[in-house]
Protein backbone atom coordinates (compact mmCIF):
# COMPACT_ATOMS: atom_id res chain seq x y z
CA UNK A 1 0.00 0.00 0.00
CA UNK A 2 3.13 2.77 0.71
CA UNK A 3 4.68 1.26 -2.27
CA UNK A 4 1.85 2.21 -4.24
CA UNK A 5 1.36 5.46 -2.23
CA UNK A 6 5.06 6.48 -3.05
CA UNK A 7 4.85 5.54 -6.33
CA UNK A 8 2.02 7.55 -6.98
CA UNK A 9 3.45 10.63 -4.92
CA UNK A 10 6.59 10.28 -6.79
CA UNK A 11 4.32 10.48 -10.72
CA UNK A 12 2.93 13.32 -9.55
CA UNK A 13 5.92 15.35 -8.70
CA UNK A 14 7.30 14.54 -11.69
CA UNK A 15 4.54 15.45 -13.77
CA UNK A 16 4.82 19.03 -11.74
CA UNK A 17 8.13 19.32 -12.03
CA UNK A 18 8.41 18.57 -15.59
CA UNK A 19 5.54 20.81 -15.94
CA UNK A 20 7.63 23.71 -14.54
CA UNK A 21 10.05 23.15 -16.57
CA UNK A 22 8.46 23.98 -19.40
CA UNK A 23 6.40 26.62 -18.58
CA UNK A 24 9.04 28.59 -16.51
CA UNK A 25 10.54 30.52 -19.19
CA UNK A 26 7.29 30.47 -21.31
CA UNK A 27 6.51 34.24 -20.20
CA UNK A 28 10.44 35.41 -20.62
CA UNK A 29 10.76 33.92 -23.80
CA UNK A 30 7.70 35.46 -25.12
CA UNK A 31 9.47 38.98 -23.68
CA UNK A 32 12.36 38.17 -25.50
CA UNK A 33 10.60 37.62 -29.05
CA UNK A 34 8.84 41.01 -28.51
CA UNK A 35 12.26 43.03 -28.12
CA UNK A 36 13.34 42.15 -31.51
CA UNK A 37 9.71 43.85 -32.46
CA UNK A 38 9.68 46.57 -30.34
CA UNK A 39 13.45 48.31 -29.96
CA UNK A 40 13.82 47.84 -34.12
CA UNK A 41 10.70 50.17 -34.07
CA UNK A 42 10.84 54.23 -34.85
CA UNK A 43 8.73 56.22 -32.53
CA UNK A 44 6.32 57.16 -35.59
CA UNK A 45 6.27 53.13 -35.94
CA UNK A 46 5.65 52.08 -32.79
CA UNK A 47 2.39 53.84 -31.57
CA UNK A 48 1.30 56.27 -34.20
CA UNK A 49 -1.44 57.46 -32.29
CA UNK A 50 1.22 57.84 -29.21
CA UNK A 51 3.33 59.68 -31.79
CA UNK A 52 0.67 61.75 -33.33
CA UNK A 53 0.28 63.17 -29.97
CA UNK A 54 3.37 64.15 -29.35
CA UNK A 55 4.01 65.83 -32.41
CA UNK A 56 0.86 67.83 -32.18
CA UNK A 57 1.85 68.56 -28.56
CA UNK A 58 5.32 69.94 -30.14
CA UNK A 59 4.07 71.78 -33.01
CA UNK A 60 1.38 73.63 -30.65
CA UNK A 61 2.79 74.27 -27.54
CA UNK A 62 7.02 73.83 -27.71
CA UNK A 63 7.40 74.89 -30.92
CA UNK A 64 6.35 78.74 -30.21
CA UNK A 65 8.53 78.48 -26.95
CA UNK A 66 11.74 77.33 -29.03
CA UNK A 67 11.04 80.34 -31.63
CA UNK A 68 11.46 82.54 -28.69
CA UNK A 69 14.74 80.90 -27.66
CA UNK A 70 16.05 80.96 -31.01
CA UNK A 71 15.28 84.60 -31.36
CA UNK A 72 16.71 85.12 -28.10
CA UNK A 73 20.04 83.13 -29.08
CA UNK A 74 20.09 84.54 -32.28
CA UNK A 75 20.31 88.15 -31.01
CA UNK A 76 22.71 87.05 -28.50
CA UNK A 77 25.09 85.84 -31.79
CA UNK A 78 24.25 89.16 -33.39
CA UNK A 79 25.79 91.26 -30.51
CA UNK A 80 28.37 89.09 -29.58
CA UNK A 81 29.73 88.68 -33.12
CA UNK A 82 29.42 92.33 -33.43
CA UNK A 83 31.17 93.34 -30.06
CA UNK A 84 34.17 90.61 -30.93
CA UNK A 85 35.48 93.11 -33.68
CA UNK A 86 37.44 95.57 -31.33
CA UNK A 87 34.08 96.67 -29.54
CA UNK A 88 32.40 97.77 -32.95
CA UNK A 89 35.69 99.76 -34.57
CA UNK A 90 36.78 96.59 -36.60
CA UNK A 91 33.12 95.61 -38.44
CA UNK A 92 33.36 94.05 -41.84
CA UNK A 93 29.88 93.63 -43.57
CA UNK A 94 30.42 89.97 -44.30
CA UNK A 95 29.76 89.42 -40.71
CA UNK A 96 26.25 90.18 -41.15
CA UNK A 97 25.75 87.72 -44.04
CA UNK A 98 27.24 85.45 -41.84
CA UNK A 99 24.66 86.14 -39.17
CA UNK A 100 21.51 85.99 -42.00
CA UNK A 101 23.36 82.47 -43.22
CA UNK A 102 23.12 81.08 -39.57
CA UNK A 103 19.53 82.24 -39.02
CA UNK A 104 18.71 80.32 -42.16
CA UNK A 105 20.17 77.22 -40.74
CA UNK A 106 18.80 77.99 -37.25
CA UNK A 107 15.23 78.47 -38.95
CA UNK A 108 15.66 75.12 -41.38
CA UNK A 109 16.66 73.09 -38.32
CA UNK A 110 13.91 74.15 -35.96
CA UNK A 111 11.33 73.51 -39.13
CA UNK A 112 12.77 70.47 -39.90
CA UNK A 113 13.11 68.99 -36.13
CA UNK A 114 10.87 65.70 -36.51
CA UNK A 115 12.74 64.75 -39.86
CA UNK A 116 15.78 65.14 -38.02
CA UNK A 117 14.73 63.09 -35.10
CA UNK A 118 13.27 60.65 -37.20
CA UNK A 119 16.76 60.49 -39.21
CA UNK A 120 18.43 59.41 -35.89
CA UNK A 121 15.74 56.52 -34.93
CA UNK A 122 15.70 55.32 -39.02
CA UNK A 123 19.59 55.08 -38.64
CA UNK A 124 19.61 52.94 -35.34
CA UNK A 125 16.63 51.12 -36.52
CA UNK A 126 18.90 49.80 -39.56
CA UNK A 127 21.83 49.02 -37.12
CA UNK A 128 18.73 46.61 -34.96
CA UNK A 129 16.83 45.24 -37.72
CA UNK A 130 20.93 43.53 -39.33
CA UNK A 131 21.36 42.75 -35.48
CA UNK A 132 18.08 41.04 -35.44
CA UNK A 133 18.68 38.98 -38.64
CA UNK A 134 21.70 37.38 -36.99
CA UNK A 135 20.27 36.94 -33.49
CA UNK A 136 17.03 35.19 -34.80
CA UNK A 137 18.23 31.94 -34.89
CA UNK A 138 19.07 32.07 -31.35
CA UNK A 139 16.03 33.88 -29.53
CA UNK A 140 14.24 30.53 -28.83
CA UNK A 141 15.58 29.72 -26.03
CA UNK A 142 13.77 26.67 -24.99
CA UNK A 143 16.12 24.83 -21.67
CA UNK A 144 17.58 21.26 -22.87
CA UNK A 145 15.35 19.27 -21.45
CA UNK A 146 17.94 15.77 -22.79
CA UNK A 147 17.07 12.97 -20.67
CA UNK A 148 15.09 15.16 -17.71
CA UNK A 149 12.27 12.19 -16.86
CA UNK A 150 14.79 9.47 -16.69
CA UNK A 151 16.60 11.61 -14.87
CA UNK A 152 13.68 12.78 -12.26
CA UNK A 153 12.93 8.81 -12.60
CA UNK A 154 15.70 7.99 -10.79
CA UNK A 155 15.65 10.36 -7.66
CA UNK A 156 13.95 9.46 -4.77
CA UNK A 157 10.24 11.07 -3.29
CA UNK A 158 12.07 13.56 -1.14
CA UNK A 159 14.49 15.14 -3.46
CA UNK A 160 11.46 15.26 -5.98
CA UNK A 161 9.82 17.22 -3.61
CA UNK A 162 12.34 19.50 -2.85
CA UNK A 163 13.40 19.78 -6.45
CA UNK A 164 9.35 20.94 -6.99
CA UNK A 165 9.20 23.37 -4.73
CA UNK A 166 12.30 24.77 -5.92
CA UNK A 167 10.85 25.21 -9.51
CA UNK A 168 7.33 26.30 -8.31
CA UNK A 169 9.38 29.28 -6.41
CA UNK A 170 11.59 29.91 -9.53
CA UNK A 171 8.85 29.78 -11.59
CA UNK A 172 6.75 32.83 -9.85
CA UNK A 173 10.52 34.65 -9.83
CA UNK A 174 10.55 34.26 -14.10
CA UNK A 175 7.08 35.93 -14.17
CA UNK A 176 8.44 38.78 -11.46
CA UNK A 177 11.37 38.64 -14.36
CA UNK A 178 9.41 38.96 -17.51
CA UNK A 179 7.58 41.76 -15.80
CA UNK A 180 10.73 43.67 -14.90
CA UNK A 181 12.00 42.87 -18.92
CA UNK A 182 8.28 44.58 -20.27
CA UNK A 183 9.10 47.59 -18.01
CA UNK A 184 12.83 47.83 -19.31
CA UNK A 185 11.49 47.61 -23.12
CA UNK A 186 8.42 49.69 -22.64
CA UNK A 187 10.32 52.15 -20.62
CA UNK A 188 12.20 53.22 -22.84
CA UNK A 189 10.16 53.98 -25.64
CA UNK A 190 8.06 56.66 -23.25
CA UNK A 191 11.12 57.88 -22.70
CA UNK A 192 11.89 58.53 -26.25
CA UNK A 193 8.41 60.23 -26.70
CA UNK A 194 9.21 62.46 -23.60
CA UNK A 195 12.48 62.97 -25.18
CA UNK A 196 11.02 63.98 -28.79
CA UNK A 197 8.63 65.72 -27.21
CA UNK A 198 10.97 69.05 -26.25
CA UNK A 199 13.06 68.09 -29.36
CA UNK A 200 12.98 71.84 -30.54
CA UNK A 201 13.50 73.65 -27.57
CA UNK A 202 17.26 72.12 -27.74
CA UNK A 203 17.66 72.12 -31.66
CA UNK A 204 16.85 76.26 -30.96
CA UNK A 205 20.22 76.76 -29.37
CA UNK A 206 22.21 74.81 -31.94
CA UNK A 207 23.14 78.09 -33.74
CA UNK A 208 25.28 79.15 -30.67
CA UNK A 209 28.70 78.28 -29.33
CA UNK A 210 27.77 78.59 -25.96
CA UNK A 211 24.20 77.67 -26.13
CA UNK A 212 24.74 74.85 -28.51
CA UNK A 213 26.05 72.66 -25.87
CA UNK A 214 22.51 71.68 -25.20
CA UNK A 215 21.35 71.00 -28.24
CA UNK A 216 24.91 69.03 -28.93
CA UNK A 217 23.85 67.32 -25.47
CA UNK A 218 20.41 66.54 -26.47
CA UNK A 219 21.87 65.08 -29.56
CA UNK A 220 23.86 62.86 -27.59
CA UNK A 221 21.05 61.43 -25.45
CA UNK A 222 19.12 60.97 -28.58
CA UNK A 223 21.24 58.71 -30.34
CA UNK A 224 22.14 56.93 -27.33
CA UNK A 225 18.62 56.21 -26.97
CA UNK A 226 17.90 54.75 -30.28
CA UNK A 227 21.47 52.91 -30.23
CA UNK A 228 19.87 51.72 -26.73
CA UNK A 229 17.81 49.05 -28.93
CA UNK A 230 20.93 47.52 -30.23
CA UNK A 231 22.60 47.01 -26.88
CA UNK A 232 19.12 45.32 -25.80
CA UNK A 233 19.30 43.10 -29.01
CA UNK A 234 22.85 42.36 -28.09
CA UNK A 235 22.17 41.73 -24.34
CA UNK A 236 19.09 39.30 -26.05
CA UNK A 237 21.80 36.97 -28.22
CA UNK A 238 24.24 36.71 -25.28
CA UNK A 239 21.08 35.11 -23.15
CA UNK A 240 20.35 32.85 -26.02
CA UNK A 241 23.04 31.31 -26.43
CA UNK A 242 24.31 30.99 -22.67
CA UNK A 243 20.67 29.53 -22.18
CA UNK A 244 21.31 27.13 -24.68
CA UNK A 245 23.88 25.63 -23.26
CA UNK A 246 22.46 24.31 -20.49
CA UNK A 247 21.59 21.26 -20.24
CA UNK A 248 19.52 19.34 -17.81
CA UNK A 249 21.62 16.01 -17.02
CA UNK A 250 22.06 14.87 -13.58
CA UNK A 251 22.53 18.00 -11.59
CA UNK A 252 19.11 19.27 -12.22
CA UNK A 253 19.13 21.63 -9.13
CA UNK A 254 22.24 22.96 -10.46
CA UNK A 255 21.27 23.49 -14.21
CA UNK A 256 17.70 24.86 -12.58
CA UNK A 257 19.54 27.43 -10.65
CA UNK A 258 21.76 27.99 -13.58
CA UNK A 259 19.27 28.95 -15.87
CA UNK A 260 17.47 31.27 -13.60
CA UNK A 261 20.73 33.26 -12.61
CA UNK A 262 21.12 33.66 -16.16
CA UNK A 263 17.78 35.56 -16.51
CA UNK A 264 18.06 37.83 -13.50
CA UNK A 265 21.79 38.84 -15.14
CA UNK A 266 19.73 39.63 -18.24
CA UNK A 267 17.09 41.79 -16.32
CA UNK A 268 20.31 43.19 -14.38
CA UNK A 269 22.22 44.14 -18.01
CA UNK A 270 19.29 45.37 -19.51
CA UNK A 271 18.72 47.84 -16.82
CA UNK A 272 22.20 48.92 -17.36
CA UNK A 273 21.74 49.36 -21.53
CA UNK A 274 20.39 53.43 -20.72
CA UNK A 275 23.35 54.49 -18.56
CA UNK A 276 26.09 52.52 -20.99
CA UNK A 277 24.77 54.01 -24.00
CA UNK A 278 24.91 57.41 -23.03
CA UNK A 279 28.57 57.04 -21.70
CA UNK A 280 29.21 55.25 -25.11
CA UNK A 281 27.63 58.31 -26.56
CA UNK A 282 29.23 60.94 -24.01
CA UNK A 283 26.03 61.96 -22.69
CA UNK A 284 24.62 63.16 -20.02
Known amino acids: MFDWLFDWLKDVLIDGITANFQGMFN ?9 ATTVGQTPEGWNSGVFSLIKTLSDTVIIPVAGMILTFVLCYELIHTIIDKNNM ?16 IAVFILTNTFDIVMAVFSLAQNAINGSAGVIAGSLDVPLA ?6 TLQ ?37 EIYLTVSVAPIPFSTMINHEWGQMGNNYLKNLFALAFQGFL ?10 LLQSVAMTSDVHSALWLCAGYTVLLCFILFKTGSLAKSIFNAH
Open 27 to 35: EVNTQIGEI
Open 89 to 104: HDIDTFIFFKWIFKTF
Open 145 to 150: MGNLAA
Open 154 to 190: AMDWGELLLLYMESAVLSLAMKAISICIFIIVYGRMI
Open 232 to 241: IMVCVGIYAV
